[in-house]
């Protein structure tokens, strides 16, 4: 049933508020402590709670030495514990030459010496349980670092018995590439090794080699790696890069498109390395062969999926695959309109039957969304992070935070080719900056580095606002983002109607996105006003419905019988009905 604007006209306002009541950025403080998650089943706890991206080389450095580690973690879990975050997702703390920052493992059994050791991510585990935050690792399953004695092993001899743990094909008669493949990371997808004569292939970088997953021993060991620290109390994975476990045999060429790449290498459609079928079955297979062994145990995907259509597949026939395929699809939008949105919203609310949503805005590989979008004349950065955060939190599906978005962090990228540390962005300057600037230190404080550590030079520079927007700024500042978060969180944890389902109303608006949650006889309605124009959304008085709680508002009132919204204008309610 199509609910038109005449829906949401009828909301009665019964008791109005004084408007200055109404202005103010939540109506009452947010908790001290988070309540504690209304869990209905142990092993279903993700659908309930918020996931948190914690990326350990710049959260907290707690040796001084620059660079982030589990320790720095460990010692910020109350805060994270005060956020309301049932779970964190670090992203990899593995021994690694750190190419890719991580993504280039070269041993899934320990723990980089730089980050910490393999006890320290027992503490943490064990600290986090204490608190109610699990945690979850990072699983790179389409490639290993050029290091890992694997690769080593495969590329000393073809006769190796770990040749076929990776791709190598022949060089053509010409002695080029196999096939046309593109790297996305920049050039050919092939590297020829001079010993061998042969052909390596690589999805990303030269130093992360593919692993063969058509190798039932590449399976076993792989397989094994996730149970080793599932044994340890990890509450499962973010699988990374899943799309490129796979590609086709005949190394059939892809598609050539008319255009260059941040690189210079013609764009192409990856149709013959990317998103092939084996995928699913083979992560069907990781979940019930190690997953499911572990009570509660989870698998996030990180799945970039054109739409909702494409994203269910995940699931699984039998919701047997990933409890969670993220839905990234929002993070790559050139700008956030309310038509765009609620299609694709609704389109994951039908499509994912059975299964269970999940979001993201920002994260370690995209621009912060506070800062990703063109500001509308009089509104802030602090008002993209609240719609932003607004939309996220009053969504269905869970939640993934990018650590630092609660603060409203923004992109700080390197100006000069000199300062960049991401490879990608070294070879793409100045079109791909690479991603510096959204992995910048976490902001504690006004103190030397935001308190990210205690005066050694950070890996990356802090953001130049950190003197006001950091995490004990925020904290004194009632009308703060973070403020606005705690107070979406607690909504989220304890108001019955966040546990139900969702509804777009006046389906036709082309400024406001508008729905409603509702669930244990209560209904939220929310309003985000994705325009940059204000916009008023008529009450009317007389109906049966009435607004009987404000929640979260910023930039709203409710004046003269409507809900007057500023550009990025949040109105957040329970409504009766
Ligand atoms: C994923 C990671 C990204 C990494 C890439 C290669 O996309 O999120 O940071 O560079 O995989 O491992
Ligand atoms: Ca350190």
Request: aromatic share 10%; proline share 8%; glycine share 8%.
């Amino acid at each position: 049933m199509r609910v038109g604007r005449a829906a949401l006209l009828s909301v009665a306002v019964a008791a109005f508020l004084p408007v200055a009541a109404q202005a103010q950025a939540m109506l009452q403080p947010p908790p001290k402590a988070m309540p504690a998650n209304p869990t209905v089943d142990q092993n279903d706890w993700y659908k309930t709670g918020i996931i948190y991206e914690v990326y350990p080389r710049s959260f907290a450095d707690s040796n001084n030495d620059g660079i982030g580690d589990i320790q720095g973690i460990v010692k910020h879990l109350d805060y994270v514990q005060s956020l309301g975050i049932d779970a964190i997702w670090m992203t990899p703390m593995f021994p690694s030459p750190q190419a890719d920052f991580g993504y280039d493992v070269a041993d899934y059994d320990n723990v980089d010496p730089q980050f910490g050791t393999v006890a320290d991510v027992d503490q943490l585990v064990a600290q986090g349980k204490g608190r109610g935050v699990k945690v979850l690792l990072d699983f790179v399953v389409n490639h290993t670092s050029d290091q890992h004695p694997w690769f080593q092993q495969s590329k000393s001899s073809r006769t190796n018995p770990y040749r076929d743990f990776y791709i190598w094909r022949d060089p053509k008669a010409d002695g080029s590439p196999p096939n046309n493949w593109a790297s996305i990371f920049g050039g050919s997808a092939w590297t020829l090794d001079p010993k061998t004569k042969q052909y390596y292939y690589h999805f990303f970088y030269p130093q992360q080699p593919d692993l063969n997953w058509r190798n039932p021993k590449v399976e076993k060991a792989m397989f094994d790696a996730a149970e080793w620290w599932l044994k340890r109390g990890v509450y499962g994975y973010r699988l990374d890069a899943v799309d490129t476990m796979f590609e086709r045999t005949d190394l059939k060429d892809n598609t050539v498109y008319p255009g260059v790449d941040a690189f210079g290498v013609p764009n192409q459609d990856h149709v013959n390395n990317s998103k092939q079928p084996e995928v699913h079955t083979e992560l069907q297979r990781l979940r019930q062969m190690v997953i499911d062994k572990y009570p509660g145990r989870i698998l996030v995907g990180e799945t970039w999926t054109s739409d909702a259509s494409e994203l269910v597949q995940y699931y699984g026939p039998r919701n047997n695959e990933l409890q969670l395929p993220m839905f990234l699809n929002l993070i790559s939008l050139p700008a956030l309109t309310a038509p765009d949105l609620r299609q694709r919203i609704t389109g994951v609310e039908t499509n994912s039957v059975g299964g269970w949503p999940s979001f993201a805005l920002s994260n370690h590989d995209s621009r912060r969304a506070a800062s990703r979008y063109p500001l509308p004349a009089g509104a802030s950065t602090d008002d993209w992070a609240k719609i932003t955060g607004a939309l996220l939190l009053t969504l269905r599906g869970t939640p993934v935070l990018y650590y630092g978005e609660e603060l409203g962090m923004v992109n700080n990228d390197p100006q000069r080719i000199e300062d960049v540390q991401d490879v990608i962005g070294k070879k793409g300057w100045p079109k791909e900056k690479g991603r510096d600037g959204e992995r910048t230190p976490m902001q504690w404080d006004a103190s030397t580095n935001a308190g990210f550590n205690t005066g050694a030079k950070p890996w990356l520079p802090v953001a130049p606002d950190y003197k006001t927007r950091n995490v004990a700024a925020e904290s004194a500042d009632p009308h703060s983002v973070l403020n606005f978060y705690r107070t979406l969180i607690a909504l989220r944890r304890t108001h019955p109607a966040m546990s139900g389902d969702w509804k777009a109303v006046d389906t036709d608006d082309k400024q406001v996105l508008a729905y409603q949650r509702s669930g244990g006889g209560k209904t939220v309605l929310v309003l985000l006003n994705l325009d940059s124009k204000p916009a008023d959304v008529p009450i009317e008085k007389t109906d049966t419905m009435e607004i009987v709680r404000p929640l979260a508002i910023n930039r709203a009132l409710l004046i003269s019988g409507s809900i007057h919204l500023d550009p990025l204008g949040v109105y957040v309610a329970e409504i009766t009905r």
